[in-house]
């Protein structure tokens, strides 16, 4: 979906290229600046592979003085920077521009220090979010955000996109688990944000630059918390004969007072996907099935499975199993945790939606989503994380067919408009990048949008850090908005429009 | 850095006043309007009593709308803009400006929603934090916060200090504990921040005006999270021959990962005074006294009281006290909250020190304390929240002897730089307002700083919202640094003196 360049621009751009590197290569090693278009192609896209643009150059800096560099080049040839991690994000907020320097951070991966006693780590951006866990598993410790990606994805790119896992719903998400981030500023200043100690004075920079999606600062380092490995874990598998009753448990879990360390659903067609992939176990006559972990000593496990399956029986499961051993906790979940690649198997493409709801909203969505794949003639798969409200249906379609694309993006459209109108919003955990900047002008008013350009603007005047990203220029809402009135109402009807 | 210019107002003092009221009377008739100099007197101060201000005017909304209606008013005639919540605050960042408008929030009370299954309740600014617990109990629920001012304080102005309590240390501050904000900025625009879902689109506002202290914007309505009432709780006091061995034990405790609902200490001067006060029949000749509470489901609770029971033990204790009613635990909390009533029969006046430290800095930094004190020749008495390392050393002195107040306000100058020198923070919950702008800039260096400047000029760019509180210009900065040089070092050498 890139745009077309002007031909002027065609006939500047190697020359601006070659500028770029010269100027590179004054400060980074040869091998860590990169032109060709062969070695320029595995960062053409992120995880959103919908979305692809050959940068100017990239440039893989492993040291904070070779950051500096970076955008030292950049303020001075005034290109613009995207920051990319591993390259796993799922909503294009590591798409390069084709005019600017995609700067790599994967390579900038060493663990600084461990404090055992301060249960704290502090690794730098390109140290992978599973690698934290494995390193500190000696010591009776672990990092407990887990996004799905979690073999590959680093935690520069988590802190960027505030990521998630299936754990968030006890622990949280990225910004509830680090204390510091030191990053740095588009003038090549350090700043250092948040404190060892539980407040910091000052405003909360450090919960700003978390999920900013690299358009603040460059995260150089970051310090998290390390938490002991509970001694036990248990999951209770529950199924339903119908979404919306396994909806309604969800809440009655909640309802109940139980924090679950992880809450899951997925619904048939998911499980069927998943039984085809992994064999994980799971009751192919069920509507939907229930995953509920709960995990701590090994009585405070016993009493709140039992209160578990409890409500469980009472919201009307039809079948109710638990884990009798940590290798069958770990087959349940490895259907959960391959569901996305299991999907792929039954549908030659797939697009995956990140919304949040209440959940007292989660039978109503689930309800509509299954009304919406009927009107756009499309299957939709529902794997997510149930007990936070964090959505994932997956729509399948087949590129090849003309119009389903189109169709499937109206349909996630749809859905997120529907997040939005039950109260909840256009994001779980996978960030705005470029996927999401039109909901955005459904999500937000004009006041929200300026103040987000306002801060912006406050850290990086020029707009030289992932300019386009993340938020949508309220021009950009102007004209999303002229095209989808919806109720009889205009959104945004202080802008201009054209 | 961006310079923030207040419009420098056009109009003589009193013909200023005369105008804004004359467009306050327009634009909202029904507010409430303060002119007089004795129904202005209680308004002159927060509960940093020690600083005084009359304003020009207060006013008392009973709605958001006329909030808005003062605040353009205010931008209008380039008039600042206090906001005060209960007035509860201890760093002054409620006090009035000779040439500003105050705005009390006191009038806006009203609990909205209570939502049992989101798990959150809706209320009104000047909504007192124990108020929404009290809504919350039918439900099971209470809202987690709980600074000892809880009786009185707003919710408005928790969120300003970003406030915490005796039980933070499981249940996060106020930060942590906030679903949604509503705000009205510095133009009278209403920003809508954070989300009844998990996560949030766009950048995180929301945490970012929890704890800027009135600087950012006015908070209208605030969504905080509920927890479910924990099944069982115990609560103990435990005895100890020396500081040293009692703050031993609460590493200790933290480092076998029991994470209490509050673990609080108090030194010899103030078991004393609450001894002396209330009569709780302390052993005599201890040193310190620790107050354990763990909450949780039966199990949980259970076992971690066993836990903390035998690291006491091993750590020491002389005495150790478990409460086996309500009655009993309330007994033990008496002291703990009546000490600072009790303290007051020590000397005429004390000055309560809010700063925090690594807990494994606890032993050494209080012994600093206590060499200080005796370097200033006054005593100094030490209860707070030790399992987050947030102290709270009470410097005693009479006011009435010339010298004393200054002598106090320079010894906590000096414990507030020792948290910093070890890695700590200037605050742990009080905030910075009036009191803590110098060592702002002993904790930050001029980046931090200036991107501070930098956000706030973001939200507000003519500086009307409490200008003067929370964050010190760089200007002051250097002329403080001239007056703090230690050890040889000259303080923020990057910056011109003059």
């Not at chain 2, 914007?217 to 999270?225: F, L, M, P, S």
Request: aromatic share 4%; hydrophobic share 45%; net charge negative.
């Amino acid at each position: 979906m890139s745009t077309a360049p002007t031909p002027s621009a065609i006939d500047e751009r190697p020359a601006r290229q070659a500028r770029v590197a010269a100027c590179l290569a004054r400060s980074l090693p040869a091998a860590s600046v990169l032109v060709e278009r062969e070695a320029l192609k595995p960062y053409e896209c992120d995880g959103l592979s919908a979305y692809r643009e050959t940068p100017l150059v990239a440039a893989l800096p492993v040291s904070e003085s070779e950051v500096a560099a970076v955008l030292a080049v950049a303020r001075e040839a005034k290109v613009p920077v995207v920051a990319r991690g591993s390259g796993t994000g799922l909503s294009g907020g590591a798409l390069p521009l084709a005019d600017g320097i995609l700067m790599s951070l994967a390579k900038f991966n060493r663990i600084i220090e461990v404090d055992p006693l301060g249960r704290r780590a502090r690794v730098q951006p390109g140290v992978t979010n599973l690698k934290i866990s494995q390193h500190v598993a000696p010591l009776g410790l672990y990092y407990a955000p887990d996004p799905s990606s979690q073999i590959a994805c680093s935690i520069g790119g988590n802190v960027a996109e505030n990521s998630g896992g299936v754990h968030c719903l006890k622990y949280g998400l990225t910004v509830h688990n680090i204390t510091r981030v030191r990053a740095m500023a588009i003038d090549g200043e350090v700043l250092e944000l948040g404190a060892e100690a539980l407040d910091a004075p000052g405003y909360d920079l450090l919960a700003l630059v978390t999920g900013s999606e690299g358009l603040l600062a460059i995260t150089l380092e970051v310090t998290v918390k390390l938490l002991p490995k509970p001694e036990l874990a248990q999951v209770v598998m529950a199924s339903f004969a119908n979404v919306e009753q396994a909806g309604e448990a969800v809440a009655n879990v909640i309802a109940a007072g139980i924090v679950p360390a992880g809450l899951e659903m997925m619904d048939k067609l998911a499980t069927r996907a998943v039984e085809g992939f992994v064999h994980a176990g799971y009751d192919l006559e069920a509507e939907a099935i229930l995953l509920a972990e709960s995990d701590g000593s090994k009585e405070e496990v016993e009493h709140e499975i039992g209160k578990i399956i409890e409500v469980m029986r009472a919201s009307g499961a039809t079948d109710i199993r638990c884990s009798a051993s940590e290798l069958e906790r770990l087959k349940f979940w490895s259907g959960r945790k391959a569901a996305f690649p299991a999907v792929g198997r039954i549908s030659p493409d797939y697009y995956c939606i990140d919304g949040s709801i209440p959940r007292g909203a989660l039978a109503l969505v689930l309800r509509r989503t299954e009304e919406m794949s009927v009107r756009y003639g499309l299957r939709c798969a529902n794997v997510f994380h149930a007990g936070d409200g964090n959505l994932h249906p997956l729509i399948l379609y087949d590129a090849n067919v003309p119009g389903e694309l189109e169709r499937t993006e109206a349909f996630s459209a749809e859905l997120l408009e529907l997040c939005i109108e039950v109260g909840g919003t256009i994001t779980g955990e996978h960030g705005v990048g470029i996927e999401k900047i039109n909901q955005m002008c459904t999500q937000f008013r004009t006041a929200e949008l300026a103040q987000f350009h306002a801060v912006k603007a406050a850290f990086d005047p020029e707009g030289l850090l992932n300019p386009g990203k993340a938020v949508p220029t309220l021009n950009r809402c102007a004209e999303y908005g002229a095209m989808r009135v919806s109720r009889g109402q205009l959104p945004h009807p202080e802008l201009p429009r054209f | 850095m961006q310079t923030t210019t207040r419009i420098a107002p056009d109009l003589p003092a009193p013909a200023l006043r005369q105008a804004l009221l004359a467009t306050l009377r327009t634009v909202s008739p029904q507010l409430h309007v303060v002119v007089d100099e004795e129904g202005l007197r209680p308004f002159e101060t927060d509960a940093f009593i020690s600083h005084r201000e009359t304003p020009m005017l207060a006013v008392l909304p009973e709605s958001e709308e006329q909030v808005r209606a003062v605040v353009r008013a205010c931008a209008r005639h380039g008039v600042p803009v206090v906001t005060r919540g209960a007035g509860t605050g201890i760093s002054g960042g409620a006090i009035p400006r000779q040439d500003g408008v105050l705005l009390v929030m006191s009038k806006m009370r009203r609990v909205v929603e209570v939502d049992p299954l989101l798990r959150a309740a809706v209320v009104e600014p000047g909504v007192r934090n124990l108020k929404v617990s009290e809504v919350a109990a039918p439900h099971s629920l209470f809202y987690a916060p709980d600074p000892s001012s809880q009786l009185i304080c707003s919710i408005g102005g928790n969120v300003a200090e970003n406030s915490g309590g005796v039980h933070c240390l499981k249940y996060g501050l106020t930060t942590h504990n906030l679903m949604a904000v509503r705000a009205i900025d510095a133009d009278g625009d209403i920003l809508e921040m954070g989300s009844r879902a998990l996560d949030a689109a766009g950048l995180d506002l929301m945490a970012l005006i929890t704890g800027s202290e009135g600087n950012l914007g006015v908070v209208t309505r605030v969504t905080v999270k509920l927890t479910p009432l924990p099944e069982r709780t115990e609560t103990l006091l435990a005895a100890f021959g020396s500081v040293r061995s009692a703050a031993e034990a609460v590493g200790e405790i933290i480092g076998a990962g029991v994470i209490p609902a509050a673990l609080e200490m108090m030194d010899r001067v103030v078991i004393e005074a609450c001894e002396r006060f209330m009569a709780m029949g302390f052993p005599v000749g201890a040193e310190a006294l620790l107050l354990a509470e763990v909450d949780g489901g039966f199990e949980e609770a259970g076992e971690a009281l066993a836990q903390v029971r035998a690291i006491l033990e091993r750590n020491g204790a002389s005495e150790i006290r478990v409460a086996v009613s309500e009655v009993e635990r309330a007994g033990l909390w008496r002291a703990r909250k009546g000490a600072f009533a009790a303290l007051a029969t020590i000397l005429p006046d004390f000055y309560t020190i809010d700063g925090t430290i690594p807990r494994r800095c606890l032993p050494d930094v209080l012994e600093r304390i206590v060499e200080l004190a005796a370097e200033y020749g006054m005593t100094v008495g030490n209860v707070f929240h030790a399992g987050d390392g947030n102290i709270h050393p009470c410097i005693f002195y009479d006011a009435m002897k010339p010298g004393e107040l200054e002598r106090s306000e320079e010894f906590g100058g000096r414990i507030l730089e020792l948290c910093v020198e070890v890695g700590g923070t200037i605050t742990g919950e009080h905030g910075v307002g009036l009191e803590k702008l110098k060592q702002m800039c002993v904790q930050f260096r001029d980046p931090e700083i200036a991107a501070f400047h930098d956000v706030k000029h973001a939200f507000d760019p003519r500086d009307i919202m409490n200008p003067g509180k929370a964050v010190p210009t760089l200007k002051r900065c250097a002329e403080w640094g001239g007056t703090h040089v230690r050890a040889g070092q000259v303080p923020r050498p990057d910056i011109p003196r003059f």
